[in-house]
């Protein structure tokens, strides 16, 4: 099994409402990613877990906060975001953060109105 | 910083045709390179991982090579199908910075029947 689950897969929501998105995997991965994508654009890089402690957050703004609860389950909460944040959020695993495959999830469509 | 270009943007053959998608990155010092489809708003889908000490990885009618040296890869996709339509992203795991991968942006490949 090599999936790599996402929910919600759509999401609308008001710039002063608070959400979360879901990641949950049980291949026994150790590294847990967030990444978001906007259209005709690759995937860029939000967050990293590493052994369930972030290791990476490239500047991402404090209105999406990561959390990592176990090593099966990413969360992402939303909070006052803006238009311009509406994307694709993805979220990935792998074994270890340096040599293994990484598995992606479907995406949320996350749309800021 | 890590570059990842892929060339070309896009590309349109005819069903059984034979073909190369490329993809070139500025700095050696990798883990691996892994390739991936991505069908519109969907997730992205493992395809091959090369690690920094291989030459190539074969998967069916896929085989993907690296020469790490030179700072390319391709990846050679045997008697096409229209099932194959999608985009083609790379993504190189850097050596010094364990977790980031840094993506191309990707090839759009269009087989027509």
């Known amino acids: 099994d090599t999936e790599v689950t996402q929910t919600p897969k759509h999401l609308v929501m008001g710039m002063t409402n608070k959400k979360s998105l879901k990641c949950e995997q049980h291949m026994g991965h150790r590294a847990m990613y967030w990444y978001k994508q906007k259209a005709k654009k690759p995937p860029e890089l939000m967050f990293v877990?590493?052994?369930?402690?972030?290791?990476i957050n490239e500047s991402v703004p404090s209105r999406f906060s990561p959390e990592c609860p176990n090593s099966s389950l990413l969360n992402l909460h939303l909070h006052a975001l803006q238009p311009e944040d509406s994307a694709l959020y993805l979220c990935?695993?792998?074994?270890?953060?340096?040599?293994?495959?990484?598995?992606f999830g479907q995406g949320t469509r996350l749309t800021v109105v | 910083k890590q570059e990842v270009t892929q060339i070309p943007a896009a590309l349109s053959v005819p069903e059984g045709e034979n073909l190369v998608l490329n993809c070139s990155f500025t700095?050696?010092?990798?883990?691996?390179l892994q390739w991936f489809r991505q069908d519109p708003g969907k997730g992205l889908t493992s395809l091959l991982l090369?690690?920094?000490?291989?030459r190539e990885q074969t998967s069916g009618r896929l085989n993907a090579s690296l020469d790490k040296s030179s700072g390319r890869s391709t990846l050679y996709i045997a008697a096409s199908q229209p099932g194959d339509s999608a985009t083609y992203l790379c993504a190189v795991r850097l050596g010094t910075n364990a977790g980031k991968s840094t993506f191309g942006d990707g090839t759009t490949l269009t087989v027509k029947p």
């Open positions: 877990y590493s052994y369930e402690k972030l290791s």
């Open positions: 090369i690690q920094s000490s291989q």
């Open positions: 700095d050696s010092a990798i883990y691996n």
């Open positions: 990935a695993s792998s074994q270890s953060d340096r040599w293994d495959e990484a598995f």
